[in-house]
Protein backbone atom coordinates (compact mmCIF):
# COMPACT_ATOMS: atom_id res chain seq x y z
CA UNK A 1 0.00 0.00 0.00
CA UNK A 2 2.85 2.60 1.00
CA UNK A 3 4.68 1.61 -1.98
CA UNK A 4 1.73 2.57 -4.66
CA UNK A 5 0.96 5.60 -2.79
CA UNK A 6 4.90 6.42 -2.82
CA UNK A 7 4.97 5.58 -7.08
CA UNK A 8 1.36 7.77 -7.43
CA UNK A 9 3.27 10.68 -5.85
CA UNK A 10 6.64 10.41 -8.12
CA UNK A 11 4.16 10.12 -10.84
CA UNK A 12 2.07 13.00 -10.20
CA UNK A 13 6.14 14.94 -9.91
CA UNK A 14 6.94 13.65 -13.16
CA UNK A 15 3.98 14.63 -15.08
CA UNK A 16 4.94 18.38 -13.79
CA UNK A 17 1.58 18.33 -11.56
CA UNK A 18 2.53 20.06 -7.98
CA UNK A 19 0.33 20.74 -5.07
CA UNK A 20 1.78 24.23 -3.74
CA UNK A 21 0.78 24.96 -0.56
CA UNK A 22 -1.39 27.57 0.27
CA UNK A 23 0.73 30.91 1.35
CA UNK A 24 -0.02 32.80 4.60
CA UNK A 25 -1.80 35.59 4.91
CA UNK A 26 0.02 38.50 6.76
CA UNK A 27 -1.45 41.87 7.31
CA UNK A 28 0.65 45.02 6.56
CA UNK A 29 3.02 45.37 9.47
CA UNK A 30 3.34 49.36 8.35
CA UNK A 31 1.94 52.35 5.63
CA UNK A 32 4.48 51.45 3.45
CA UNK A 33 3.65 47.98 3.07
CA UNK A 34 0.08 49.31 1.59
CA UNK A 35 0.45 49.48 -2.14
CA UNK A 36 -2.55 51.01 -3.69
CA UNK A 37 -3.84 54.38 -1.37
CA UNK A 38 -5.02 57.72 -2.28
CA UNK A 39 -4.00 59.15 1.39
CA UNK A 40 -1.05 60.89 -0.18
CA UNK A 41 -3.25 63.28 -2.47
CA UNK A 42 -5.87 63.72 0.05
CA UNK A 43 -3.76 64.40 2.45
CA UNK A 44 -2.83 67.54 0.22
CA UNK A 45 -6.00 68.35 -1.34
CA UNK A 46 -8.35 68.73 1.48
CA UNK A 47 -7.07 71.50 3.58
CA UNK A 48 -8.29 73.77 0.45
CA UNK A 49 -11.79 72.44 0.31
CA UNK A 50 -13.88 74.62 2.69
CA UNK A 51 -17.38 74.28 4.07
CA UNK A 52 -19.67 77.06 3.28
CA UNK A 53 -22.10 78.41 5.24
CA UNK A 54 -24.82 81.22 3.98
CA UNK A 55 -27.89 82.66 5.19
CA UNK A 56 -30.45 85.69 4.47
CA UNK A 57 -32.47 86.81 7.81
CA UNK A 58 -35.77 88.89 6.30
CA UNK A 59 -38.51 91.23 7.82
CA UNK A 60 -41.78 89.35 7.49
CA UNK A 61 -43.58 92.32 5.48
CA UNK A 62 -47.51 93.80 5.93
CA UNK A 63 -49.31 92.04 3.41
CA UNK A 64 -49.50 94.26 -0.12
CA UNK A 65 -52.87 95.82 -1.24
CA UNK A 66 -51.55 94.30 -4.88
CA UNK A 67 -52.65 91.07 -4.36
CA UNK A 68 -56.29 91.89 -3.60
CA UNK A 69 -56.44 91.39 -7.56
CA UNK A 70 -57.31 88.39 -7.97
CA UNK A 71 -56.41 88.47 -12.00
CA UNK A 72 -52.90 89.82 -10.84
CA UNK A 73 -52.38 86.91 -9.01
CA UNK A 74 -53.38 84.45 -11.38
CA UNK A 75 -49.41 85.15 -12.92
CA UNK A 76 -47.78 85.84 -10.54
CA UNK A 77 -49.31 84.51 -7.59
CA UNK A 78 -48.04 85.43 -3.56
CA UNK A 79 -44.93 84.89 -2.52
CA UNK A 80 -44.42 84.42 1.38
CA UNK A 81 -41.17 85.26 2.80
CA UNK A 82 -39.06 83.14 5.29
CA UNK A 83 -35.53 82.99 6.68
CA UNK A 84 -33.17 81.12 4.63
CA UNK A 85 -30.14 78.95 5.26
CA UNK A 86 -28.16 76.98 2.77
CA UNK A 87 -24.75 74.85 2.71
CA UNK A 88 -22.33 73.84 0.57
CA UNK A 89 -18.45 73.17 0.05
CA UNK A 90 -16.18 75.74 -1.85
CA UNK A 91 -11.89 75.12 -2.72
CA UNK A 92 -9.66 77.66 -1.98
CA UNK A 93 -7.99 78.61 -5.43
CA UNK A 94 -5.51 81.55 -3.75
CA UNK A 95 -3.68 81.46 -0.76
CA UNK A 96 -4.62 84.72 -0.02
CA UNK A 97 -7.95 83.56 1.02
CA UNK A 98 -9.97 83.46 -2.39
CA UNK A 99 -12.23 80.83 -2.40
CA UNK A 100 -14.72 79.33 -5.35
CA UNK A 101 -18.51 78.16 -4.77
CA UNK A 102 -21.44 77.41 -7.05
CA UNK A 103 -23.29 80.57 -7.11
CA UNK A 104 -26.56 78.37 -5.89
CA UNK A 105 -24.87 78.13 -2.66
CA UNK A 106 -24.59 81.60 -2.20
CA UNK A 107 -27.34 82.61 -4.04
CA UNK A 108 -30.15 85.76 -2.41
CA UNK A 109 -27.68 84.93 0.74
CA UNK A 110 -26.24 88.33 2.64
CA UNK A 111 -24.06 86.38 5.18
CA UNK A 112 -21.56 84.00 4.48
CA UNK A 113 -19.10 82.47 6.64
CA UNK A 114 -16.22 79.49 5.77
CA UNK A 115 -15.13 76.67 7.69
CA UNK A 116 -11.72 75.59 7.27
CA UNK A 117 -10.55 71.72 7.62
CA UNK A 118 -8.43 72.79 10.91
CA UNK A 119 -12.34 74.37 12.12
CA UNK A 120 -12.02 78.40 12.34
CA UNK A 121 -14.65 79.64 10.61
CA UNK A 122 -13.72 82.77 9.09
CA UNK A 123 -16.59 85.45 7.53
CA UNK A 124 -16.45 85.76 3.67
CA UNK A 125 -17.50 88.80 1.05
CA UNK A 126 -19.09 88.04 -2.38
CA UNK A 127 -16.46 89.36 -4.62
CA UNK A 128 -18.09 88.17 -7.88
CA UNK A 129 -21.50 86.06 -8.38
CA UNK A 130 -22.25 84.40 -12.22
CA UNK A 131 -25.42 82.48 -12.25
CA UNK A 132 -24.93 82.00 -16.14
CA UNK A 133 -22.07 79.71 -14.86
CA UNK A 134 -23.23 78.74 -11.29
CA UNK A 135 -20.06 79.72 -9.78
CA UNK A 136 -19.42 82.71 -7.38
CA UNK A 137 -15.82 83.67 -5.62
CA UNK A 138 -15.86 84.56 -1.61
CA UNK A 139 -12.72 86.21 0.02
CA UNK A 140 -12.03 85.22 3.13
CA UNK A 141 -11.68 88.51 5.25
CA UNK A 142 -7.94 88.83 7.09
CA UNK A 143 -6.83 85.08 5.48
CA UNK A 144 -3.57 84.54 4.66
CA UNK A 145 -0.83 81.98 3.46
CA UNK A 146 -3.72 78.95 3.16
CA UNK A 147 -3.45 76.14 1.32
CA UNK A 148 -5.04 76.44 -2.21
CA UNK A 149 -5.30 73.64 -5.02
CA UNK A 150 -3.47 73.78 -7.92
CA UNK A 151 -5.54 74.58 -11.36
CA UNK A 152 -5.32 71.52 -14.02
CA UNK A 153 -6.31 71.51 -17.43
CA UNK A 154 -9.62 69.85 -17.65
CA UNK A 155 -9.08 69.82 -21.53
CA UNK A 156 -6.34 66.88 -20.59
CA UNK A 157 -9.22 64.51 -19.06
CA UNK A 158 -10.22 61.86 -20.77
CA UNK A 159 -13.15 59.19 -19.91
CA UNK A 160 -12.01 56.32 -17.78
CA UNK A 161 -9.57 59.13 -15.72
CA UNK A 162 -9.32 58.59 -11.80
CA UNK A 163 -10.51 61.62 -10.17
CA UNK A 164 -11.81 62.05 -6.22
CA UNK A 165 -14.43 64.30 -5.01
CA UNK A 166 -14.36 66.39 -2.24
CA UNK A 167 -16.92 68.36 -0.24
CA UNK A 168 -19.57 68.36 2.86
CA UNK A 169 -21.91 65.95 1.84
CA UNK A 170 -25.53 66.26 4.00
CA UNK A 171 -23.60 68.29 6.72
CA UNK A 172 -21.96 65.08 7.91
CA UNK A 173 -18.32 66.31 7.28
CA UNK A 174 -15.76 66.49 5.13
CA UNK A 175 -15.76 63.43 2.75
CA UNK A 176 -13.86 62.02 -0.22
CA UNK A 177 -15.35 59.54 -2.72
CA UNK A 178 -13.15 57.88 -5.43
CA UNK A 179 -14.34 57.27 -9.27
CA UNK A 180 -13.78 57.53 -12.70
CA UNK A 181 -14.34 60.30 -15.44
CA UNK A 182 -17.24 58.94 -16.92
CA UNK A 183 -17.74 61.45 -20.07
CA UNK A 184 -16.96 64.43 -21.21
CA UNK A 185 -18.55 67.80 -22.86
CA UNK A 186 -22.04 67.05 -21.28
CA UNK A 187 -24.15 69.70 -23.09
CA UNK A 188 -27.88 68.76 -22.42
CA UNK A 189 -28.09 68.82 -18.85
CA UNK A 190 -29.79 72.06 -18.54
CA UNK A 191 -28.25 73.15 -15.70
CA UNK A 192 -26.84 76.26 -16.82
CA UNK A 193 -26.30 78.88 -19.91
CA UNK A 194 -22.82 77.66 -20.14
CA UNK A 195 -23.36 73.67 -19.88
CA UNK A 196 -20.19 71.65 -20.60
CA UNK A 197 -19.79 69.04 -17.74
CA UNK A 198 -17.62 66.44 -16.88
CA UNK A 199 -19.75 63.14 -15.40
CA UNK A 200 -19.06 61.09 -12.52
CA UNK A 201 -18.97 57.96 -10.86
CA UNK A 202 -17.64 59.33 -7.20
CA UNK A 203 -20.47 59.95 -5.02
CA UNK A 204 -22.09 63.28 -5.17
CA UNK A 205 -24.61 64.19 -2.50
CA UNK A 206 -26.40 67.62 -1.44
CA UNK A 207 -23.75 69.66 0.55
CA UNK A 208 -21.47 68.34 -2.41
CA UNK A 209 -22.18 71.90 -4.29
CA UNK A 210 -19.00 73.96 -5.09
CA UNK A 211 -16.30 70.99 -3.36
CA UNK A 212 -13.59 70.04 -5.56
CA UNK A 213 -13.25 67.28 -8.32
CA UNK A 214 -8.99 66.45 -8.50
CA UNK A 215 -7.01 64.34 -10.91
CA UNK A 216 -4.89 61.88 -9.21
CA UNK A 217 -2.10 64.94 -9.47
CA UNK A 218 -4.16 66.40 -6.46
CA UNK A 219 -4.62 69.53 -9.43
CA UNK A 220 -7.94 70.60 -9.45
CA UNK A 221 -10.07 69.93 -12.38
CA UNK A 222 -13.69 70.96 -11.97
CA UNK A 223 -15.88 72.32 -9.40
CA UNK A 224 -18.85 69.84 -8.05
CA UNK A 225 -22.31 70.94 -8.89
CA UNK A 226 -25.25 68.86 -9.76
CA UNK A 227 -26.33 65.29 -9.21
CA UNK A 228 -28.75 62.93 -11.33
CA UNK A 229 -31.80 61.74 -9.00
CA UNK A 230 -34.73 60.38 -8.07
CA UNK A 231 -33.91 59.63 -4.53
CA UNK A 232 -31.99 62.86 -3.73
CA UNK A 233 -29.17 60.78 -3.05
CA UNK A 234 -26.10 59.89 -5.05
CA UNK A 235 -26.97 57.23 -7.98
CA UNK A 236 -23.35 57.15 -9.89
CA UNK A 237 -24.04 60.58 -12.18
CA UNK A 238 -22.83 63.50 -11.09
CA UNK A 239 -21.75 66.42 -12.65
CA UNK A 240 -18.44 69.09 -12.08
CA UNK A 241 -17.98 72.41 -14.31
CA UNK A 242 -14.81 72.00 -15.57
CA UNK A 243 -11.73 73.63 -14.28
CA UNK A 244 -10.77 75.82 -17.45
CA UNK A 245 -13.96 77.24 -16.91
CA UNK A 246 -13.73 78.43 -13.08
CA UNK A 247 -10.47 80.01 -14.46
CA UNK A 248 -12.16 82.71 -15.93
CA UNK A 249 -14.05 83.43 -13.21
CA UNK A 250 -11.09 83.40 -10.46
CA UNK A 251 -9.48 85.90 -13.27
CA UNK A 252 -12.27 88.35 -13.05
CA UNK A 253 -12.51 88.34 -9.22
CA UNK A 254 -8.48 88.77 -9.75
CA UNK A 255 -9.07 91.67 -11.21
CA UNK A 256 -12.07 94.39 -10.76
CA UNK A 257 -14.41 91.92 -9.81
CA UNK A 258 -16.63 92.08 -13.24
CA UNK A 259 -16.82 89.20 -15.65
CA UNK A 260 -16.49 89.89 -19.35
CA UNK A 261 -16.71 86.90 -21.97
CA UNK A 262 -16.04 87.26 -25.46
CA UNK A 263 -19.35 87.88 -27.70
CA UNK A 264 -20.05 86.21 -30.87
CA UNK A 265 -22.00 88.61 -32.31
CA UNK A 266 -24.34 85.90 -34.11
CA UNK A 267 -26.86 83.64 -33.05
CA UNK A 268 -27.02 79.90 -33.33
CA UNK A 269 -29.35 76.63 -33.27
CA UNK A 270 -28.02 73.06 -33.27
CA UNK A 271 -27.51 70.96 -36.19
CA UNK A 272 -30.43 68.72 -36.39
CA UNK A 273 -30.40 65.30 -38.11
CA UNK A 274 -32.89 66.77 -40.98
CA UNK A 275 -30.13 70.11 -41.28
CA UNK A 276 -27.61 67.51 -41.86
CA UNK A 277 -29.26 65.42 -44.08
CA UNK A 278 -30.30 68.41 -46.05
CA UNK A 279 -26.54 69.70 -46.18
CA UNK A 280 -25.03 66.04 -46.94
CA UNK A 281 -23.41 65.30 -43.89
CA UNK A 282 -22.20 62.43 -42.26
CA UNK A 283 -24.11 62.92 -38.98
CA UNK A 284 -25.46 66.24 -37.08
CA UNK A 285 -22.82 68.47 -35.78
CA UNK A 286 -21.17 71.56 -35.29
CA UNK A 287 -23.85 75.20 -34.62
CA UNK A 288 -25.47 76.65 -37.22
CA UNK A 289 -25.41 80.50 -37.89
CA UNK A 290 -28.76 81.30 -38.20
CA UNK A 291 -28.26 85.66 -37.48
CA UNK A 292 -25.54 87.77 -37.64
CA UNK A 293 -25.15 90.89 -35.88
CA UNK A 294 -24.28 93.86 -37.54
CA UNK A 295 -22.05 95.42 -36.53
CA UNK A 296 -20.06 92.74 -34.73
CA UNK A 297 -16.90 90.39 -34.27
CA UNK A 298 -18.72 87.65 -36.05
CA UNK A 299 -19.30 90.15 -39.24
CA UNK A 300 -16.01 91.51 -39.02
CA UNK A 301 -14.98 87.83 -39.36
CA UNK A 302 -16.91 86.97 -42.25
CA UNK A 303 -19.19 84.78 -40.72
CA UNK A 304 -22.53 84.11 -42.99
CA UNK A 305 -26.14 83.09 -42.15
CA UNK A 306 -26.15 79.49 -43.11
CA UNK A 307 -22.24 78.86 -41.91
CA UNK A 308 -21.90 75.50 -39.69
CA UNK A 309 -18.81 76.43 -36.49
CA UNK A 310 -17.36 72.14 -36.39
CA UNK A 311 -14.25 74.08 -34.50
CA UNK A 312 -12.32 76.57 -32.43
CA UNK A 313 -8.73 76.48 -32.18
CA UNK A 314 -8.21 72.93 -33.23
CA UNK A 315 -11.32 72.07 -30.69
CA UNK A 316 -14.05 70.00 -32.27
CA UNK A 317 -17.89 72.09 -31.60
CA UNK A 318 -20.31 69.70 -31.48
CA UNK A 319 -22.85 72.01 -30.35
CA UNK A 320 -23.83 75.55 -30.20
CA UNK A 321 -23.57 75.04 -25.93
CA UNK A 322 -19.93 73.52 -26.87
CA UNK A 323 -19.52 76.68 -28.81
CA UNK A 324 -20.64 79.26 -26.20
CA UNK A 325 -18.11 77.09 -23.41
CA UNK A 326 -15.56 77.45 -25.65
CA UNK A 327 -15.94 80.89 -26.26
CA UNK A 328 -16.40 81.85 -22.54
CA UNK A 329 -13.02 80.39 -21.48
CA UNK A 330 -11.11 82.48 -23.99
CA UNK A 331 -9.28 85.67 -23.09
CA UNK A 332 -10.27 89.31 -24.88
CA UNK A 333 -8.07 91.07 -26.96
CA UNK A 334 -6.92 87.93 -28.76
CA UNK A 335 -7.69 85.86 -32.41
CA UNK A 336 -9.29 82.79 -32.61
CA UNK A 337 -9.45 80.49 -35.51
CA UNK A 338 -13.42 79.22 -36.42
CA UNK A 339 -13.87 76.19 -38.29
CA UNK A 340 -16.48 76.62 -40.45
CA UNK A 341 -18.43 74.95 -43.38
CA UNK A 342 -19.74 76.73 -45.94
CA UNK A 343 -21.70 75.45 -48.65
CA UNK A 344 -19.79 71.58 -48.02
CA UNK A 345 -16.53 73.62 -48.08
CA UNK A 346 -14.04 74.01 -45.46
CA UNK A 347 -12.28 76.72 -44.39
CA UNK A 348 -11.03 78.84 -41.52
CA UNK A 349 -12.22 82.07 -40.32
CA UNK A 350 -10.12 84.51 -38.01
CA UNK A 351 -11.82 86.01 -34.92
CA UNK A 352 -11.44 89.05 -32.31
CA UNK A 353 -12.20 88.33 -29.44
CA UNK A 354 -13.80 91.03 -28.22
CA UNK A 355 -16.25 92.21 -24.90
CA UNK A 356 -20.02 92.85 -25.76
CA UNK A 357 -20.41 96.36 -26.48
CA UNK A 358 -22.93 98.17 -23.90
CA UNK A 359 -24.89 99.94 -26.47
CA UNK A 360 -27.52 101.60 -25.69
CA UNK A 361 -26.07 102.52 -22.33
CA UNK A 362 -27.59 100.52 -19.28
CA UNK A 363 -28.95 103.97 -17.41
CA UNK A 364 -29.20 101.75 -14.48
CA UNK A 365 -32.36 102.73 -12.45
CA UNK A 366 -33.83 101.40 -9.11
CA UNK A 367 -37.59 102.27 -9.25
CA UNK A 368 -39.45 103.79 -6.64
CA UNK A 369 -43.01 105.53 -5.72
CA UNK A 370 -46.03 104.18 -5.66
CA UNK A 371 -46.01 101.67 -8.25
CA UNK A 372 -45.96 97.81 -8.76
CA UNK A 373 -42.01 97.84 -10.07
CA UNK A 374 -41.05 99.83 -6.63
CA UNK A 375 -38.05 98.16 -5.55
CA UNK A 376 -37.05 97.07 -8.93
CA UNK A 377 -33.84 97.91 -11.20
CA UNK A 378 -34.04 98.18 -14.52
CA UNK A 379 -31.59 98.64 -17.46
CA UNK A 380 -31.47 99.13 -20.94
CA UNK A 381 -31.11 96.26 -22.94
CA UNK A 382 -27.60 96.15 -24.81
CA UNK A 383 -25.51 92.99 -25.75
CA UNK A 384 -23.42 93.49 -22.68
CA UNK A 385 -26.95 93.04 -20.57
CA UNK A 386 -27.95 90.24 -22.61
CA UNK A 387 -24.81 88.62 -21.65
CA UNK A 388 -24.94 89.16 -17.62
CA UNK A 389 -28.37 88.33 -17.55
CA UNK A 390 -30.03 85.49 -19.03
CA UNK A 391 -33.20 86.50 -21.44
CA UNK A 392 -35.32 84.72 -23.88
CA UNK A 393 -33.40 85.04 -27.47
CA UNK A 394 -36.03 86.83 -28.89
CA UNK A 395 -35.15 90.02 -26.46
CA UNK A 396 -32.86 92.31 -28.35
CA UNK A 397 -33.80 95.81 -27.36
CA UNK A 398 -36.35 97.10 -24.62
CA UNK A 399 -35.88 98.09 -20.78
CA UNK A 400 -34.59 94.53 -18.86
CA UNK A 401 -35.07 94.12 -14.97
CA UNK A 402 -31.99 93.21 -13.74
CA UNK A 403 -32.29 92.75 -10.11
CA UNK A 404 -35.69 92.41 -7.53
CA UNK A 405 -34.99 93.87 -4.11
CA UNK A 406 -36.26 91.30 -1.72
CA UNK A 407 -39.34 92.07 -0.03
CA UNK A 408 -40.09 95.13 -2.30
CA UNK A 409 -43.53 95.58 -3.75
CA UNK A 410 -42.13 94.36 -6.94
CA UNK A 411 -40.73 90.98 -5.21
CA UNK A 412 -44.07 90.70 -3.70
CA UNK A 413 -46.15 90.96 -6.67
CA UNK A 414 -43.89 88.48 -8.40
CA UNK A 415 -41.76 90.42 -11.12
CA UNK A 416 -38.25 88.37 -11.33
CA UNK A 417 -35.16 89.67 -13.21
CA UNK A 418 -35.13 89.17 -16.66
CA UNK A 419 -38.83 90.34 -17.23
CA UNK A 420 -38.87 93.02 -20.43
CA UNK A 421 -40.95 96.05 -19.54
CA UNK A 422 -43.27 96.43 -22.53
CA UNK A 423 -45.76 99.23 -21.59
CA UNK A 424 -47.36 100.59 -19.14
CA UNK A 425 -50.56 102.03 -18.52
CA UNK A 426 -50.66 101.69 -22.55
CA UNK A 427 -47.07 103.66 -23.38
CA UNK A 428 -44.67 102.08 -24.66
CA UNK A 429 -41.21 101.51 -23.26
CA UNK A 430 -38.12 102.34 -24.99
CA UNK A 431 -35.59 103.45 -22.15
CA UNK A 432 -35.33 103.19 -18.51
CA UNK A 433 -36.45 106.80 -18.63
CA UNK A 434 -39.93 106.18 -19.92
CA UNK A 435 -40.09 103.82 -16.70
CA UNK A 436 -39.59 106.44 -14.45
CA UNK A 437 -41.59 108.85 -15.92
CA UNK A 438 -44.88 106.54 -15.92
CA UNK A 439 -44.41 105.80 -12.19
CA UNK A 440 -43.68 109.04 -10.37
CA UNK A 441 -47.35 109.87 -9.80
CA UNK A 442 -49.89 107.69 -7.74
CA UNK A 443 -52.80 105.57 -9.94
CA UNK A 444 -55.92 104.32 -9.43
CA UNK A 445 -54.62 101.49 -11.51
CA UNK A 446 -52.04 99.91 -13.29
CA UNK A 447 -52.18 98.03 -16.97
CA UNK A 448 -48.68 96.21 -17.05
CA UNK A 449 -47.59 94.61 -20.32
CA UNK A 450 -44.91 92.28 -19.18
CA UNK A 451 -42.17 89.97 -21.86
CA UNK A 452 -41.30 86.74 -19.94
CA UNK A 453 -39.74 83.68 -21.33
CA UNK A 454 -41.33 84.68 -25.05
CA UNK A 455 -44.75 84.94 -23.54
CA UNK A 456 -46.93 88.37 -23.34
CA UNK A 457 -48.74 89.07 -19.92
CA UNK A 458 -51.27 91.88 -20.12
CA UNK A 459 -52.93 92.72 -16.48
CA UNK A 460 -54.21 95.34 -15.05
CA UNK A 461 -54.57 95.88 -11.60
CA UNK A 462 -55.87 98.38 -8.66
CA UNK A 463 -53.61 101.20 -7.17
Known amino acids: ?56 VEQRQ ?10 FRQFFGQQQQQNSR ?23 MTEVKVALGDRREIEAEIVLRDPRTDLAVLRLKGAKNLVSLELGDSDQLEVGDLVLA ?24 GITDYGFFIQTDAAINPGNSGGALVDMQGRLVGINTAIYSRSGGSVGIGFAIPVNMVKAVVRAAQGDGKLRRPWLGATMQNVTKEIADSLGMDRPTGALVTKVASPGPAERAGLRRGDIVTGI ?20 GVNSVLSVLRNNRKLDVTLTLEAAPE ?12 S ?5 TIVNMSPAIGDEITVHESVTEGVIISDVEDGSIAAQVGLQKGDLIIAINDSDIKRTR ?20 GQVINTVIGG
Open 166 to 189: VGNPFAVGQTVTQGIVSALSRTQV
Open 62 to 71: ARNPLFDDPF
Open 434 to 453: DVKQATQSRRSYWKLTIGRE
Open 372 to 376: PFAGA
Open 313 to 332: DGQTIEDMQGLGYRLATKTL
Open 359 to 370: TPPREELKVTGP
Open 86 to 108: SLGSGVIVDSSGLVVTNNHVIEG
Open 1 to 56: MLYRTVVSLLCLISSGIVFAQQPQRVAPSDRSQIVYSYAPIVKRVTPAVVNVYAQR
